[in-house]
Protein backbone atom coordinates (compact mmCIF):
# COMPACT_ATOMS: atom_id res chain seq x y z
CA UNK A 1 0.00 0.00 0.00
CA UNK A 2 1.23 3.72 -1.06
CA UNK A 3 -0.25 5.14 2.47
CA UNK A 4 -0.66 3.28 5.59
CA UNK A 5 -2.46 4.95 9.10
CA UNK A 6 0.16 5.04 11.68
CA UNK A 7 -0.65 6.57 14.99
CA UNK A 8 -3.15 9.40 15.30
CA UNK A 9 -0.45 11.98 14.25
CA UNK A 10 1.39 10.01 11.68
CA UNK A 11 1.44 7.87 7.98
CA UNK A 12 3.24 6.50 6.09
CA UNK A 13 3.76 7.38 2.16
CA UNK A 14 5.29 4.63 0.23
CA UNK A 15 7.22 3.48 3.37
CA UNK A 16 8.12 7.25 4.66
CA UNK A 17 6.51 8.33 7.98
CA UNK A 18 5.34 11.84 7.88
CA UNK A 19 3.05 14.14 10.13
CA UNK A 20 -0.38 14.37 9.41
CA UNK A 21 -0.25 18.56 9.68
CA UNK A 22 -0.64 20.56 5.80
CA UNK A 23 0.02 17.16 3.88
CA UNK A 24 -2.41 17.10 0.58
CA UNK A 25 -2.10 13.07 -1.03
CA UNK A 26 -2.33 14.39 -4.23
CA UNK A 27 0.92 16.90 -3.87
CA UNK A 28 2.53 14.20 -2.41
CA UNK A 29 1.95 11.79 -5.20
CA UNK A 30 3.27 14.60 -8.33
CA UNK A 31 6.82 15.73 -5.83
CA UNK A 32 8.37 12.90 -8.47
CA UNK A 33 7.43 14.96 -11.35
CA UNK A 34 8.59 18.59 -10.11
CA UNK A 35 10.13 19.92 -12.72
CA UNK A 36 13.70 20.77 -11.27
CA UNK A 37 16.05 23.43 -12.63
CA UNK A 38 19.84 23.76 -12.76
CA UNK A 39 19.87 26.75 -10.38
CA UNK A 40 17.46 24.87 -7.94
CA UNK A 41 18.71 24.22 -4.47
CA UNK A 42 17.09 21.46 -1.60
CA UNK A 43 18.31 21.32 1.84
CA UNK A 44 17.38 17.96 2.95
CA UNK A 45 17.39 17.39 6.81
CA UNK A 46 16.09 14.50 9.73
CA UNK A 47 13.87 16.66 11.60
CA UNK A 48 15.59 18.59 14.53
CA UNK A 49 19.08 18.57 12.55
CA UNK A 50 19.06 22.65 11.97
CA UNK A 51 16.12 22.55 8.93
CA UNK A 52 15.19 25.99 10.00
CA UNK A 53 18.59 27.26 10.43
CA UNK A 54 19.81 26.25 7.40
CA UNK A 55 16.90 27.88 5.51
CA UNK A 56 17.89 31.26 7.23
CA UNK A 57 21.60 30.98 6.04
CA UNK A 58 20.36 29.81 2.55
CA UNK A 59 18.12 32.71 2.16
CA UNK A 60 20.67 35.31 3.51
CA UNK A 61 22.96 33.67 1.21
CA UNK A 62 21.12 33.77 -2.24
CA UNK A 63 18.92 37.20 -1.58
CA UNK A 64 19.68 40.53 -0.89
CA UNK A 65 16.53 41.67 0.33
CA UNK A 66 16.42 39.16 3.28
CA UNK A 67 20.32 39.81 4.56
CA UNK A 68 19.05 43.74 3.84
CA UNK A 69 15.78 42.53 5.78
CA UNK A 70 13.99 44.88 2.98
CA UNK A 71 11.99 41.82 2.08
CA UNK A 72 10.25 40.97 5.73
CA UNK A 73 9.37 37.76 4.55
CA UNK A 74 9.37 34.37 7.02
CA UNK A 75 11.75 31.75 6.54
CA UNK A 76 8.79 29.12 6.13
CA UNK A 77 8.08 30.95 2.94
CA UNK A 78 11.85 32.26 2.20
CA UNK A 79 12.27 28.19 1.70
CA UNK A 80 9.26 26.26 1.28
CA UNK A 81 8.47 22.49 2.33
CA UNK A 82 8.61 20.42 -0.72
CA UNK A 83 6.54 18.06 1.23
CA UNK A 84 4.11 19.84 3.35
CA UNK A 85 1.78 22.97 1.68
CA UNK A 86 2.16 25.53 4.34
CA UNK A 87 1.63 28.29 1.97
CA UNK A 88 -0.88 28.39 -1.24
CA UNK A 89 1.59 28.33 -3.93
CA UNK A 90 2.58 26.37 -6.22
CA UNK A 91 5.96 25.12 -6.10
CA UNK A 92 6.39 24.69 -9.72
CA UNK A 93 5.31 28.21 -10.85
CA UNK A 94 8.29 29.82 -8.08
CA UNK A 95 10.86 32.20 -9.40
CA UNK A 96 14.22 30.99 -9.75
CA UNK A 97 16.53 30.69 -7.97
CA UNK A 98 14.59 28.43 -5.77
CA UNK A 99 15.44 27.06 -2.24
CA UNK A 100 13.45 24.20 -1.22
CA UNK A 101 13.86 22.35 2.24
CA UNK A 102 12.30 18.48 2.63
CA UNK A 103 12.98 15.67 5.23
CA UNK A 104 11.86 13.28 2.45
CA UNK A 105 14.27 9.97 2.04
CA UNK A 106 16.98 9.73 -1.23
CA UNK A 107 13.90 7.95 -3.19
CA UNK A 108 10.62 10.60 -2.63
CA UNK A 109 12.32 13.38 -4.28
CA UNK A 110 12.18 14.89 -7.35
CA UNK A 111 13.59 12.46 -10.04
CA UNK A 112 15.11 15.48 -11.60
CA UNK A 113 17.18 15.85 -8.68
CA UNK A 114 19.18 12.91 -10.66
CA UNK A 115 20.74 14.66 -13.32
CA UNK A 116 22.83 16.61 -10.82
CA UNK A 117 22.55 19.85 -11.78
CA UNK A 118 20.26 21.48 -8.99
CA UNK A 119 22.35 21.72 -5.94
CA UNK A 120 21.35 19.66 -2.36
CA UNK A 121 22.93 20.02 0.72
CA UNK A 122 22.35 17.28 3.61
CA UNK A 123 22.85 18.37 7.35
CA UNK A 124 23.33 16.03 9.35
CA UNK A 125 23.13 16.18 13.44
CA UNK A 126 24.46 14.24 16.04
CA UNK A 127 21.45 11.63 16.73
CA UNK A 128 21.80 11.88 20.60
CA UNK A 129 21.06 15.70 20.13
CA UNK A 130 18.59 14.88 17.37
CA UNK A 131 16.88 12.56 20.20
CA UNK A 132 16.70 15.29 22.50
CA UNK A 133 15.35 18.00 20.33
CA UNK A 134 12.64 15.97 19.07
CA UNK A 135 11.77 14.95 22.60
CA UNK A 136 11.39 19.01 23.44
CA UNK A 137 9.80 19.34 20.16
CA UNK A 138 7.06 16.74 20.88
CA UNK A 139 6.20 18.17 23.77
CA UNK A 140 5.52 21.59 22.71
CA UNK A 141 3.07 20.61 19.99
CA UNK A 142 -0.59 19.26 21.23
CA UNK A 143 -0.26 17.38 17.41
CA UNK A 144 2.07 14.95 17.97
CA UNK A 145 1.44 12.07 20.32
CA UNK A 146 4.41 10.86 22.01
CA UNK A 147 6.07 9.55 25.32
CA UNK A 148 6.05 11.76 28.55
CA UNK A 149 9.31 10.58 29.39
CA UNK A 150 12.65 10.29 27.52
CA UNK A 151 12.36 6.59 27.99
CA UNK A 152 9.34 6.46 26.15
CA UNK A 153 10.50 8.55 23.43
CA UNK A 154 13.84 7.31 22.96
CA UNK A 155 12.04 3.48 22.30
CA UNK A 156 9.72 5.66 19.18
CA UNK A 157 12.80 7.27 18.23
CA UNK A 158 14.75 4.06 17.93
CA UNK A 159 11.94 2.42 16.05
CA UNK A 160 11.52 5.07 13.62
CA UNK A 161 8.25 6.08 14.88
CA UNK A 162 8.16 9.94 14.27
CA UNK A 163 7.79 12.36 11.77
CA UNK A 164 10.90 11.48 9.53
CA UNK A 165 11.24 7.89 10.13
CA UNK A 166 14.31 5.71 11.68
CA UNK A 167 17.43 8.36 11.59
CA UNK A 168 19.68 5.61 10.39
CA UNK A 169 18.12 4.85 7.84
CA UNK A 170 17.26 8.45 6.22
CA UNK A 171 21.30 10.04 6.52
CA UNK A 172 22.67 5.82 5.64
CA UNK A 173 20.33 6.03 2.26
CA UNK A 174 21.62 9.48 1.14
CA UNK A 175 24.77 8.77 1.83
CA UNK A 176 24.76 5.72 -0.20
CA UNK A 177 23.31 6.95 -3.13
CA UNK A 178 25.23 10.38 -2.94
CA UNK A 179 26.64 9.54 -6.59
CA UNK A 180 23.30 10.24 -7.94
CA UNK A 181 22.70 13.78 -6.70
CA UNK A 182 24.87 17.01 -7.13
CA UNK A 183 25.60 16.89 -2.89
CA UNK A 184 27.42 18.50 -0.27
CA UNK A 185 27.03 16.88 3.22
CA UNK A 186 27.40 19.40 6.52
CA UNK A 187 27.24 18.81 10.09
CA UNK A 188 25.17 20.80 12.50
CA UNK A 189 28.51 20.85 14.79
CA UNK A 190 30.76 22.30 12.14
CA UNK A 191 28.46 25.08 11.35
CA UNK A 192 27.81 25.82 15.41
CA UNK A 193 31.92 25.56 16.14
CA UNK A 194 32.83 28.26 13.20
CA UNK A 195 29.68 29.89 11.29
CA UNK A 196 31.91 31.76 9.13
CA UNK A 197 33.70 28.72 8.06
CA UNK A 198 30.29 26.86 7.03
CA UNK A 199 29.08 29.91 5.48
CA UNK A 200 32.05 30.53 3.24
CA UNK A 201 32.32 26.50 1.97
CA UNK A 202 28.18 26.81 1.22
CA UNK A 203 28.97 29.45 -0.47
CA UNK A 204 31.72 28.40 -2.59
CA UNK A 205 29.44 24.65 -3.09
CA UNK A 206 26.47 26.57 -4.61
CA UNK A 207 28.74 28.91 -6.74
CA UNK A 208 27.75 32.41 -4.83
CA UNK A 209 30.48 34.84 -4.80
CA UNK A 210 29.49 37.19 -2.13
CA UNK A 211 31.65 40.38 -0.67
CA UNK A 212 33.02 40.25 2.65
CA UNK A 213 30.50 42.65 4.11
CA UNK A 214 27.49 40.18 2.60
CA UNK A 215 28.88 37.17 4.19
CA UNK A 216 29.04 39.19 7.42
CA UNK A 217 25.92 40.11 7.30
CA UNK A 218 24.52 36.23 6.83
CA UNK A 219 26.53 34.92 9.84
CA UNK A 220 25.40 38.24 11.68
CA UNK A 221 21.70 37.05 11.35
CA UNK A 222 22.25 33.26 11.18
CA UNK A 223 23.58 33.13 15.10
CA UNK A 224 21.16 31.03 17.58
CA UNK A 225 21.37 34.53 19.15
CA UNK A 226 19.55 36.72 16.76
CA UNK A 227 17.54 34.25 15.06
CA UNK A 228 15.84 33.68 18.00
CA UNK A 229 15.01 37.22 18.43
CA UNK A 230 13.97 37.62 15.09
CA UNK A 231 10.13 37.12 14.50
CA UNK A 232 10.70 36.36 10.85
CA UNK A 233 12.96 33.16 11.70
CA UNK A 234 12.25 32.08 15.09
CA UNK A 235 9.10 29.96 14.07
CA UNK A 236 7.41 31.27 17.36
CA UNK A 237 3.73 31.81 15.03
CA UNK A 238 4.87 29.40 12.28
CA UNK A 239 2.89 26.03 13.53
CA UNK A 240 0.07 28.19 15.72
CA UNK A 241 -0.95 30.30 13.14
CA UNK A 242 0.04 28.73 9.43
CA UNK A 243 -0.32 24.97 10.32
CA UNK A 244 -3.30 25.52 13.04
CA UNK A 245 -1.13 23.19 15.50
CA UNK A 246 -1.48 24.90 19.16
CA UNK A 247 2.00 24.98 20.62
CA UNK A 248 2.28 23.83 24.75
CA UNK A 249 5.39 25.81 26.68
CA UNK A 250 8.55 26.35 24.76
CA UNK A 251 10.53 27.55 21.70
CA UNK A 252 11.10 25.55 18.50
CA UNK A 253 15.08 27.92 19.12
CA UNK A 254 15.53 26.32 22.83
CA UNK A 255 19.10 26.26 22.80
CA UNK A 256 20.74 25.57 20.18
CA UNK A 257 23.65 23.94 21.68
CA UNK A 258 25.99 20.50 21.19
CA UNK A 259 25.86 17.74 23.73
CA UNK A 260 22.31 18.64 25.67
CA UNK A 261 21.66 14.90 25.55
CA UNK A 262 24.00 14.48 28.64
CA UNK A 263 21.34 16.56 30.45
CA UNK A 264 18.63 14.17 29.21
CA UNK A 265 19.96 10.62 28.76
CA UNK A 266 20.91 8.70 31.49
CA UNK A 267 24.34 6.78 31.66
CA UNK A 268 22.43 3.31 30.97
CA UNK A 269 20.24 5.27 28.08
CA UNK A 270 23.43 6.51 26.67
CA UNK A 271 25.09 3.13 26.76
CA UNK A 272 22.19 1.50 24.84
CA UNK A 273 22.44 4.18 22.37
CA UNK A 274 25.64 3.94 21.52
CA UNK A 275 25.44 0.25 20.96
CA UNK A 276 22.73 0.59 18.40
CA UNK A 277 24.64 3.61 16.64
CA UNK A 278 28.11 1.46 16.85
CA UNK A 279 25.55 -1.70 15.32
CA UNK A 280 24.03 0.69 12.59
CA UNK A 281 26.64 3.02 11.98
CA UNK A 282 29.39 0.37 11.05
CA UNK A 283 31.83 1.69 8.26
CA UNK A 284 30.19 4.67 8.11
CA UNK A 285 33.01 7.33 7.23
CA UNK A 286 31.00 11.12 8.13
CA UNK A 287 32.39 12.20 11.15
CA UNK A 288 30.00 12.68 14.02
CA UNK A 289 30.76 15.60 17.37
CA UNK A 290 29.07 14.76 20.23
CA UNK A 291 30.08 17.12 22.62
CA UNK A 292 32.19 20.46 22.75
P1 LIG B 1 17.58 22.38 20.11
O1 LIG B 1 16.23 21.80 20.37
O2 LIG B 1 18.69 21.43 20.51
O3 LIG B 1 17.78 23.74 20.68
P2 LIG B 1 15.02 21.84 13.05
O4 LIG B 1 14.96 23.21 12.51
O5 LIG B 1 15.63 20.83 12.13
O6 LIG B 1 13.72 21.41 13.63
O7 LIG B 1 16.07 21.87 14.27
C1 LIG B 1 15.81 22.59 15.44
C2 LIG B 1 17.07 22.65 16.27
O8 LIG B 1 18.00 23.55 15.64
C3 LIG B 1 16.81 23.20 17.66
O9 LIG B 1 17.74 22.52 18.52
C4 LIG B 1 17.14 24.66 17.47
O10 LIG B 1 17.41 25.36 18.65
C5 LIG B 1 18.38 24.54 16.59
N1 LIG B 1 18.73 25.80 15.91
C6 LIG B 1 17.93 26.61 15.19
N2 LIG B 1 18.60 27.70 14.80
C7 LIG B 1 19.86 27.59 15.28
C8 LIG B 1 21.03 28.41 15.22
N3 LIG B 1 21.04 29.60 14.60
N4 LIG B 1 22.16 27.97 15.83
C9 LIG B 1 22.17 26.78 16.48
N5 LIG B 1 21.09 25.96 16.57
C10 LIG B 1 19.95 26.36 15.99
Known sequence: ??????????????GFTLARVAIKTDH????????????????????????VWSKQILSLIYFEEHRTRTAHLDTIYRVPFLEYCIGKEDLGERPSPRLFNTHLPYYLVPRGLKDKKAKVVYLYRNPKDVLCSYFHFIKMYAVFKAGDTMEEFMKQFLEGKVQ?????????GWYEHRSHFNIQFMAYEEMKKDLRSSVLKLCKFLGKDL????????????TFES?????LANYENVLNTRVGVTRREGHFLRKGTIGDWKN???????ERFDKIFQNQMKDFPLPFIWDI
Not at 215 to 222: G, I, K, P, S, W
Not at 227 to 231: E, I, L, T, V, Y
Open 1 to 14: RIMEDLEADLFTFK
Open 28 to 51: LEKLDDLEIRDDDVFIVTYPKSGT
Open 164 to 172: GGLWFDHIR
Open 211 to 222: SGEAVDDVVRQA
Open 227 to 231: MKDDP
Open 264 to 270: HMTVEQN
